[in-house]
């Protein structure tokens, strides 16, 4: 004996429709993912932008490398150099006892290197000899890779440049003494400056000539 329920076609039916929608649904979501919808593609579109913009602005912070002095406030303090023209590391020292305060690497992609002095009285020593080398002519071929700046804080800061110092674009210097001892060269292809302050009245110099300008009154000569 067969017995037949007259639903089991309609079951049958109904599965087959659930199936017909399941199967264009998973066509719809295999769709969407080869082919992005607009709103997709706008949305990456953003994220990439996004990516590139915070590359582009790491590349910025690696255009400039800083050290503070205000950590080491009242250290006498030795800047040194190390590696080639391409790639270069500076050294900050205690010259007291030569540790080493901290490095920073610098290369062609740096562009500038800022020392920044303490609110006290700094005492700096400049030997960055470790990268140079000039020619028998004198025209130098080995240079740290970026601009230098030492920019003096608001205590009485002096700065000595004890070895051959050259760097590949300008070179500046703030304080209230900057010496340069004999024999010892610091150059930049660009501009050197040496600022030397100091409150009047305090500037000495051997052979140094005072100068003064005065407005006399005729009394002859009246309107």
């Known amino acids: 004996m067969v017995l037949e329920f007259p639903f089991n076609g309609r079951n049958r039916r109904r599965s087959t429709k659930s199936e017909q929608v399941a199967d ?3 066509n719809a979501v295999r769709q969407s993912s080869v082919t992005p919808s607009p709103r997709r593609k706008a ?3 953003q994220l990439a932008g996004t990516a590139h913009r915070i590359q582009m602005l790491e590349e910025r912070l690696l255009l400039a490398a800083n050290i503070s002095l205000a950590t080491w406030a009242g250290t006498p303090f030795l800047l040194e150099a190390s590696g080639s023209a391409s790639n270069a590391t500076i050294t900050l020292k205690d010259r007291s006892d030569n540790t080493v305060l901290t490095t920073q690497a610098v290369n062609n992609a740096t562009g500038s290197l800022t020392i920044t002095g303490s609110n006290g009285a700094d005492d700096v020593w400049i030997n960055l000899s470790g990268v140079y080398a000039e020619n028998g002519s004198g025209t130098i071929t080995t240079e740290i890779p970026v601009s230098f700046a030492f920019t003096g804080g608001t ?3 002096s700065v000595k440049f004890t070895g051959n110092t050259t760097v ?3 070179l500046s210097v703030i304080a209230e003494t900057i ?3 004999p024999s010892v060269r610091v150059d930049a292809p660009n501009s050197v400056s040496l600022t030397a302050t100091a409150n009047a009245g305090t ?3 051997t052979g140094l000539i005072a100068a003064s300008t005065s407005t006399k009154h005729d009394p002859s000569n009246q309107d």
């Open 24 to 26: 264009v649904l998973l």
């Open 43 to 45: 949305r990456a579109g």
């Open 155 to 157: 205590g009485n800061d």
């Open 168 to 170: 590949s674009n300008t």
């Open 179 to 181: 010496t340069v001892d």
């Open 203 to 205: 500037v000495n110099e």
